[in-house]
């Protein structure tokens, strides 16, 4: 055997790599294709980010804005509920005033049915009254809470309730009192009506305790409308 054959076969050299992706790596770094791929990729990315903290940001306010309508439907609830049983009690501690007028005298109603009629409208004063009453009494502390509670706890507001509710019980005090010492259709109430100095305060702290809510309505709106610009 020739030395040539114990060598082994002769292998052809394998054919030179192709340069196209090297060749194509130096042209595209040596162009603005690279720049403009790169900068659609980081738009792209930075458009998403931008998109998904908008959206998240109107999620956030959405929810804000569903709890604060939440809110003002609960504000407007008590206070309707506090203003309604704060006039009837008011109307129904001068309806015992009115009982005394001399108007309403029973020797002035001849005939039993007229004396029937008065009679009966007489207890229907007193009977509404007392169910007033206590209603008030009932209510008075917890519609003072929930004021403060739907209104973050302010205490411009929990301060008006207080001094309002103080006046009222003062004026529905001296209404019974007048009833009780003078009697029904005993009196004659005009020019100068009783009470009228503690009503004249009941007057005076509904209207604080009115302007203290719409203080604090104002800012709740604008504090609103800050928060979602």
Known sequence: MSAADSQGPTLDKPARAPETPKRLIEVLSGSSVITALV??????????????????????NEIALTAFRENQAAQVAVVTEAYQLLGKYVAASDDLITLTDAYFNRADYPSAEAKKRLESWINEVRSNHDQVDRAWREKKYSLGYLLAYHHSGKRSIAQAWTILVQSVDKFGECSRGWLQEHGEGTSRLHPTRPCAEPFSEVEQNSFA????????????????????E
């Open 39 to 60: 900068t659609v990729i980081g738009t792209a990315i930075i458009g998403n980010a931008v998109a998904g903290a908008i959206q998240d940001k109107s999620k956030k």
């Open 209 to 228: 305790l009115t302007q203290s809510l719409e203080a604090d309505h104002r800012y709740l709106w604008e504090d609103s409308v800050a928060r979602r």
